[in-house]
């Protein structure tokens, strides 16, 4: 491939990647990263910096942790802009993908960290907790168990992360059997998740109704560069398309795997995943080990850029 045509993608996690402390240096090196956790806080009217940076109970709770999450990113992103040139592409996990129509220019910071606080207290609310279950299905491919699940009530595909994990989700019993018949099929391991709900599942229909009735009141604006959308793995360049998809996307299966490789088929050799802990890294190495991986978790990996 030659140098010209190489590309560069800016990736972010989704929830589950949250920590306590994320984003605190970078908080305190960078006056940009400072100036949207201050704003995040106003805009929110909670102390973003208190619920990110010290120990505490809410930052687990689905209705706190993804605006949490989304504030530490897009500051660390921000910050990164001072010494890194923008990306050709931008893509996120699931809630990641809100950061990545913000840095794609077609969201603002206080719009998403307001509709992702929306989003998470929609997503928290839908389903009764202790109803619903994930869990991520380990060495088999996803036509595998597409099949093995595609007779079973209350049970789907939520994500396909890279080859041979897939998450599957639903009522937490349907869940529970279909860690045994997927086992049956050849699974290595059947992990339960530790998360609150049954997400992108259609139990979550009606959490993306109500996502969409918000996201009607955004003012988005044209994209600078393209994103990648979860529900499709395609490249989203007009931004009308965009409300419609993140509803979709809160029941609909993520297709990571397929995201990462439309971007490397259309050329991009360099991802920089952006946010706490390295999930997205792990993922790639197994999609393609021939592409470059950079992490970008704490203010010292800025540093050394």
Known sequence: MSEAIKKTAWLFPGQGAQKCGMGKDFYENSGIAKKIFDEASQSLGMDMCRLCFEENSLLDQTEYTQAAL????????????????????????????????????GMSVEDAVRITRKRGIFMQNAVPDGKGAMSAVLGLPGETVEEAVAGMEDVYVANYNCPGQVVVTG????????????????????????VSGP????????????????????????????????????????????????????ASSVRWQQSVERMIADGVTTFVEIGPGKTLAGFLKKIDRNVKVINIAAWEDQKKL
């Open 70 to 105: 989304v504030t530490a990113c897009l500051a660390m992103a921000e910050a990164l802009k001072e010494v890194l040139p923008a990306p050709d592409v931008t893509a996120g996990l699931s809630l990641g993908e809100y950061c990545a129509i913000a840095e794609s220019g």
């Open 171 to 194: 009522y937490k019993a349907a869940v529970e059997k279909a860690s045994e018949v997927l086992t049956k099929a050849g699974a290595k391991r059947v992990l339960p998740l530790k």
């Open 199 to 250: 997400f992108h599942s259609p139990m979550m229909k009606e959490a993306g109704t109500r996502l969409g009735e918000v996201l009607q009141e955004a003012a988005l604006q044209e994209l600078n560069i393209p994103y990648v959308a979860n529900v499709t793995a395609e490249y989203v360049r007009d931004i009308r398309e965009t409300k419609r998809l993140l509803e979709e996307q809160v």
